[in-house]
């Protein structure tokens, strides 16, 4: 198990880094890719198969495409290099050296040793069997959460996804010109 | 699978109780329809469909509380949404602003080429979403509401698509937004796991719940992840809020932003986010207000100095707001820190935001209605005379300004007194000290602004007055206009002078 765990998160975290490195657009969406294969991996390890599963069509599948679209459609190759200023420099560094030594304090504390977590059954926070689930079962776990306990949060979701709709309309959509000003002096 | 589990849960999710929130979400379809039936786009009609529907959703709560105002706690929607009197206050308190921006909307809209109908959906929209935000007991709905509210306002910020300030503005607010959305998830997240995790002694079913995630961080409140998990909740309120360390994206927001959304930004916005922060240092961390209320304080102290400090050398009148905007979410910080040891100053928050709601709507309508055509580049000097040419304008300025200040006998002192009392009682006697000060410090910029309008000021012709460019002469009031304004301004008096509505307040 370790060793697939190291694996995999290398498989996760090298291409993630090579993402933001590389000056070349296709080849930082491809490594995005990679990333999130290596992400469905651990999934997997931790026995969450639906969510795995949900990774690679979600994710690696439609956004990236999308992302592709996107870099095809405005036809960029590569971008110049940034040269970071030596403030900006410095603060990135400080914030990396304090950032592990964050996280070499919580797992030398009590946090976060291996051995926690390979012990956390995978149980969720809504009332389900004793027993394991297979898949299949395990999806309609999901469906019956989602639909009974989380169905206000599922609603409102539906309402981000429409203001996201109506606000990529409004700012990206050329109105027809003085159209509806000549009515605009007769309100009062 | 257990199904009677999760047929009690699904018979607890009362829609009937989320009403106002259906309201709205339909008034808003109802918009979006008639945009596409009436393809001339009619303004008549859609302001007024916009503007009477919530005023009608407003009478009709009125109606609703002959019955009685809702008193007592009610956990619905299996434990994700708790109802008290005072997420029913704070729920009138975003349908008043989202009508106040709406009407502000109608004026900005009208001088404009921009489309109209989006506004009001995406205004009413994201007011059901702060409806929610306030009611959420558990941090999925909680998280999705902000989200809403959120991305509402990325849309909103950046509306005036053809003025690159609010370009500027709205991918400033986007990049923050997104970075302060990232800190807050992230210390749900490991809220989620150390609470959850069935090897620490006290583990509960539902660590999102904040109920049981109070019940959990009671018994370890000392572990690292939760300390580091609830840093970074409140790091990602903070953000939302505009307390210091994480305050750099408001003045230039505010700036760029249409008027009527500074305002909504300045008033609703920054209400929910106080009213989520003392949900959760009231509720889930409760237990750790050992190193909360130190932390809270500074927070609030240098909120309150940067706010004032910086909004005094100012010209432009929107960054005023912004910057003077910091310093009350200081006083209001100071009230969360008072409120975890002095019951009633919740009720003293809930007065101080409806003054400051009155006080802000009346100062950024006079914004508004003086800058039909450019929006972001106000300047004090602008609003020289204008007591001789707008004698209505300047009179509502000066009390909304005077209002804001805390100076009586307007609604704005009683807020600042009773927060200040609160803070008093809790023992908080340094960050009154601060508060002091800063309260002083504001009366400087307010009343420069005020000396400009009314007073009659002597420059010499090479003076600031004459090198900004004159803004366009504003249209004559309609009667609209009037009466929101006086309308506004009679409010913060009644809120000053009669004591039975401080009194209803306090019982909150």
Redesign the interface.
């Given at each position: 198990m370790d060793i697939f765990f190291i694996l995999f998160a290398l498989l996760t975290v090298v291409p993630a880094f090579l993402m933001v490195v590389t000056p070349n657009p296709v080849a930082g969406a491809v490594f995005l890719i990679l990333s999130f294969i290596g992400m469905a991996c651990l999934f997997v390890l931790l026995e969450a198969f639906f969510l795995a599963v949900l990774q690679i069509l979600v994710y690696a599948g439609a956004i990236m495409v999308l992302f592709l679209f996107i870099i095809m459609l405005l036809d960029v190759r590569e971008v110049e290099k940034l040269r970071p200023n030596t403030v900006t420099a410095a603060a990135a560094g400080v914030s990396l050296l304090l950032l592990v030594l964050g996280l070499i304090a919580v797992l030398a504390g009590d946090g976060l040793s291996g051995q926690l977590l390979s012990a956390l059954p995978a149980v969720p926070d809504y009332p389900a069997a004793d027993e394991p689930l297979g898949l299949a079962q395990k999806v309609k776990a999901y469906g019956y959460g989602l639909f009974t306990k989380y169905m206000l949060p599922f609603q409102l979701t539906g309402i981000l996804l429409l203001i996201a709709m109506i606000g990529v309309i409004v700012l990206s959509k050329k109105r027809a010109a003085e159209e509806g000003a000549e009515s605009a002096g007769a309100d009062s | 699978?257990?199904?009677e589990?999760?047929?009690k849960?699904?018979a607890s999710?009362l829609w009937g109780n989320?009403l106002p929130e259906i309201y709205l979400?339909a008034l808003c379809l109802l918009l979006?329809v008639f945009e596409m039936v009436f393809r001339?786009?009619?303004?008549?009609l859609l302001?007024r469909v916009a503007l009477w529907g919530q005023v009608l959703l407003l009478v009709l709560m009125g109606l609703s509380y002959f019955g009685g105002f809702p008193s007592g706690r009610e956990e619905l929607?299996?434990g994700?949404?708790v109802q008290t009197p005072l997420t029913e206050t704070m729920r009138l308190f975003f349908l008043f602003g989202s009508l106040l921006v709406s009407y502000l909307g109608?004026r900005f809209l009208?001088?404009r080429?921009?489309?109209?109908t989006?506004f009001f959906?995406?205004t009413l929209?994201?007011t059901?979403?702060l409806m929610?935000l306030v009611q959420s007991n558990q941090f999925?709905?909680l998280f999705?509401?902000l989200?809403?509210v959120t991305?509402?306002f990325?849309?909103l910020v950046?509306?005036a698509?053809t003025s690159g300030y609010s370009l500027e503005a709205g991918l400033k607010y986007l990049i923050m937004g997104a970075l302060s959305s990232g800190l807050l998830l992230f210390g749900i997240v490991l809220l989620y796991g150390?609470a959850?995790?069935?090897?620490l002694a006290g583990a509960v079913?539902?660590?999102?719940h904040f109920p049981s995630l109070a019940q959990f961080i009671a018994a370890h409140p000392d572990?690292?992840?939760v300390l580091?998990g609830s840093l970074l909740v409140l790091s990602g309120i903070a953000f939302k809020v505009g307390a210091v360390p994480f305050q750099i994206w408001i003045p230039d927001v505010y700036q760029g932003a249409p008027t009527p959304v500074s305002a909504f930004l300045a008033v609703s916005s920054k209400a929910a986010g106080i009213i989520v922060l003392l949900t959760l240092v009231t509720g889930p961390f409760a237990a750790l207000s050992g190193w909360t209320i130190p932390l809270i304080s500074t927070v609030a102290v240098l909120t309150i100095l940067y706010g004032n400090l910086t909004a005094l050398p100012q010209r432009n009148v929107k960054r005023i707001m912004g910057l003077s905007g910091i310093a009350h979410a200081g006083y209001l910080l100071m009230g969360v820190v008072a409120a975890m040891t002095v019951d009633w100053a919740v009720g003293a928050i809930v007065f101080y935001l409806f003054t400051y709601l009155l006080a802000s709507f009346g100062v950024f309508g006079v914004m508004a209605l003086l800058s039909e055509g450019q929006d972001a580049d106000q300047e004090l000097d602008h609003y020289e005379d204008l007591a001789k040419r707008q004698p209505l304008l300047a009179a509502a300025l000066t009390v909304g300004l005077a209002s804001l200040a805390g100076i009586p006998p307007l609604g704005g002192f009683i807020g600042k007194l009773v927060l200040f009392i609160a803070a008093f009682q809790a023992g908080l006697y340094t960050l009154l000290a601060f508060s002091v000060v800063g309260v002083v410090l504001s009366i400087y910029y307010y009343f420069g602004w005020v000396r400009e309008a009314v007073f009659r000021v002597w420059r010499s012709a090479e003076g600031a007055g004459s090198a900004t460019p004159a803004l366009p002469e504003p249209r004559s009031l309609?009667?609209?206009d009037r009466t929101a304004l006086v309308g506004l301004s009679v409010l913060t008096l009644i809120l000053g002078v009669a004591p039975f509505v401080l009194t209803w307040f306090l019982q909150l």
């Open positions: - | 699978m257990n199904l589990a999760f047929q849960i699904a999710n989320l979400v979006l001339r786009q009619d303004l008549l302001f929607f299996g994700l949404l109608t009208r001088a080429n921009l489309a109209r989006e959906a995406i929209l994201v059901a979403a929610l999925v709905l999705v509401a989200e809403t991305v509402g990325y849309v950046a509306y698509r150390v959850g995790s069935p090897d079913g539902d660590p999102l572990n690292t992840l580091a309609t009667g609209l």
